[in-house]
């Protein structure tokens, strides 16, 4: 059996791994500023997802500011992850849906996501070879 709450949790975590990666990686006092920032709001986030699922209470509780996307990008033109972890928010309301179709679809989508994150964050200079190859099923956590 999988748990998709916790493994809602370790994407979250991946997340502040690769922009803690980030804020290495600025070069200036205002992207790293940037950087921290949104590694406050993905562990704002991480604390309670469920809380935060609709976008308006985001909104509300300023985690959708558009410096947001600077700190995802700083040192790097590479959007990828940005959009994978709004794409999350956007949809980690469906792991609790009633119906089976959405709760699948959003299910797919952590999966998935839990891969590429794990990937950007892989330091094995073999990972080009391996990750193609490994299930998204394998990055879920499993509960006993």
Do not use: H
Request: glycine fraction near 2%.
């Amino acid at each position: 059996m999988y748990d998709y709450e916790a493994t809602l949790n370790k994407f979250f975590e991946e997340v502040i791994k690769y922009l803690n990666k980030r804020k290495e990686q600025a070069k200036d006092k205002y992207v790293r500023f940037y950087v921290l920032e949104a590694i406050a709001v993905v562990e704002r986030i991480r604390k309670n997802p469920m809380q935060y699922v609709d976008y308006n209470v985001r909104v509300k509780a300023g985690l959708e500011e558009t410096s947001l996307a600077d700190g995802f990008l700083a040192g790097t033109r590479d959007n990828s992850v940005f959009v994978l972890y709004e794409s999350v928010l956007n949809n980690m309301g469906n792991l609790r849906s009633q119906y089976d179709w959405e709760r699948a679809d959003a299910q797919k989508l952590l999966a998935n996501a839990q891969k590429t994150i794990e990937y950007k964050n892989s330091t094995c200079f073999l990972k080009d070879f391996i990750y193609p190859f490994i299930s998204a099923q394998r990055f879920v956590v499993k509960t006993k």
